[in-house]
């Protein structure tokens, strides 16, 4: 069931991938690399942290659902971008996944709350980055001001509380999942914004 759901968030995050692969006019390889580091790039970079081997490389899922989903996207990307709300919804459905399964894979192999949660953070929104990295973006997360990085954190942070007090398994890491979701689709809902540095205006 765990490698279900994340196989789903692997697929939503790589369609974001490959959309910014056809926003950029990129050819179909292209469009795979930016789904691939997408989907994958966060999970890569938890595990090399954790000195383990990359659980993108233990299972073809890993790697074939995002040429799937690039797939979709080089047949059918208008239609992707037309049903993009849902996919927002769906991408806020993987980060709060992702920080609660990557803090708690974290935990497991001895890091401290603190930085495991960190870690869970990478393991969300680290893919993300790399994308818009590799298409010649600032990334998003650091100028769109949307709220993205902040939900995963208080997912994360959620994730490492509950196992200090004892709470494991999936419970646990569906209610810091669940937090981290809310929080994400309420700042999209309601335009929340990070500030920005004292004296400056919009």
Not at 90 to 108: I, M, P, Q, R
Not at 133 to 162: F, H, K, N
Request: glycine share 12%; aromatic share 6%.
């Amino acid at each position: 069931m765990s490698e279900l759901l994340d196989l789903a968030g692997i697929f939503v995050f790589a369609l974001s991938g490959a959309l910014m692969g056809v926003r950029k006019r990129l050819d179909v390889v292209g469009m795979a690399v930016l789904a691939e580091m997408t989907a994958l790039g966060g999970g890569i970079v938890r595990d090399l942290v954790l000195n383990v081997r990359p659980a993108a490389f233990q299972s073809l899922g890993y790697v074939l659902v995002p040429v799937a989903a690039t797939a979709v996207v080089y047949f059918w990307h208008p239609h992707v971008a037309r049903v993009m709300p849902a996919i927002l919804v769906l991408d806020a459905a993987g980060l709060g996944l992702f920080c609660a399964v990557g803090t708690a894979k974290a935990l497991e192999y001895g890091l401290s709350p603190l930085h495991a949660a960190l870690l869970g953070v990478v393991t969300a929104v680290g893919g993300g980055m790399l994308r818009d990295v590799l298409a010649g973006e600032i990334p998003t997360l650091l100028y769109d001001r949307q709220l993205y990085a902040l939900p995963a954190l208080m997912g994360s942070a959620a994730m490492a509380i509950l196992s200090a007090v004892g709470l494991h398994g999936w419970p646990a890491t569906l209610g810091a999942a669940l937090l981290a979701f809310g929080l994400r689709i309420a700042a999209m809902r309601l335009n929340w914004r990070a500030p920005l540095a004292r004296g400056l205006t919009e």
